[in-house]
């Protein structure tokens, strides 16, 4: 087996523990760290919340003969560490240990990360490799990349739709009640998608005709903060958010809340359900141009189309 593939291995081990920290980590990012001695695995880890020890650490500290670690290679699916936080600089603790091989998934983008914690462990003498499964590591921590590249949250859209194109029907007041689209099953999955982002918006229109409870009632984690747009300044609100640390926003608004964020290119993903059932009438579903979806068959005949802004 050629180094890369021996690499991409323990990457994707990395990977697998780094998912388990998706409830708790953040605002911190999900990384997953694995110690290799000849050939074996002697040291696993993930960063499972926010305040507490780093992947690396967790990874190291499992190692039943530290011994080991001065011919060892550590793999990390991000770029360890290079400043006291809550928790003291990874890279510094590797050194520490005498771990001669340091292999990276993706670079941190944080400005007191960025390069830094790869620098140092090569200014200490430590042979890295960087860019194993980089795309997949980068896709794994998405919200918290978008945040620190783009400076604004990661944006998610979200709508259910009947087979013939509509989001609801036609009504006046709030005595008249939504066309239900979504069945037990993709009412849970959207509470769990609603669980892994920290705010939740909605349209006015939406807020004071439906009065939505916008938690995770049907899921476990916490509530997102929630938000109305109600002037329908779209930059200005993800300024705001952006000051206030919020790295991911899921957008459940109504038809011109969601084409409004469309139309200003403002979206990263979408996930979009669709019914088997027919309205006839009624509010037309927004629309995506020029992207194509990955299809999901949720339950029964409700399809997911999954759509990606890159």
């Known amino acids: 087996m050629e180094q890369r593939e021996i690499d991409e291995k323990y990457m994707r081990r990395c990977l697998q523990l780094a998912r388990c920290g998706e409830a708790g980590a953040a605002p911190n990012p999900m990384v997953g760290a694995v110690v290799v001695c000849d050939g074996r695995i002697i040291g696993e880890g993930y960063h499972s919340k926010c305040g507490e020890a780093h992947a690396e650490v967790n990874a190291i500290a499992s190692v039943k003969e530290p011994e080991l670690l001065s011919r ?3 793999y990390v699916s991000l770029e360890p560490c290079a400043h006291y936080g809550k928790t003291p600089p ?3 603790l590797i050194i520490e240990k005498h771990i001669p091989t340091v292999v990276v998934g993706c670079r941190d983008p944080f400005a007191r990360v960025d390069g830094r914690g790869i620098t140092m462990l090569h200014e200490a003498g430590i042979e890295v490799r960087e860019g194993v499964l980089e795309q997949e590591c980068l896709w794994l921590n998405r919200r918290f990349i978008t945040f620190h590249t783009k400076h604004r949250p990661y944006i998610t859209l979200k709508w259910a739709q009947s087979e013939d194109g509509y989001i609801d029907r036609l009504r006046t007041s709030d005595q008249e009640p939504a066309a239900r689209l979504s069945t037990p099953t993709t009412q849970a999955l959207v509470h769990r998608l609603r669980s892994l982002h920290q705010a939740i918006l909605v349209g006015r229109r939406t807020w004071e005709l439906d009065h939505p409870r916008l ?3 049907h899921w476990t984690g916490h509530n997102p903060i929630p938000v109305v747009l109600s002037q329908k300044d779209i930059p200005h609100l993800l300024a705001e958010l952006y000051d206030k640390g919020v790295q991911s ?6 038809r011109e809340t969601l084409q409004g964020f469309i139309d200003k290119g403002l979206w990263d993903e979408a996930r979009i359900e669709t019914s088997p059932q027919q309205l006839g009438s009624g509010i037309k579903a927004p629309q995506i141009e020029g992207k194509i979806g990955q299809k999901l068959l949720i ?4 399809i997911a189309l999954i759509y990606k802004n890159s």
């Open 72 to 74: 060892s290679t550590i």
């Open 90 to 92: 990874c890279a510094q």
């Open 215 to 217: 938690d995770v009632r």
């Open 249 to 254: 926003l899921l957008v459940e608004g109504g």
């Open 299 to 302: 339950e029964g005949n409700t």
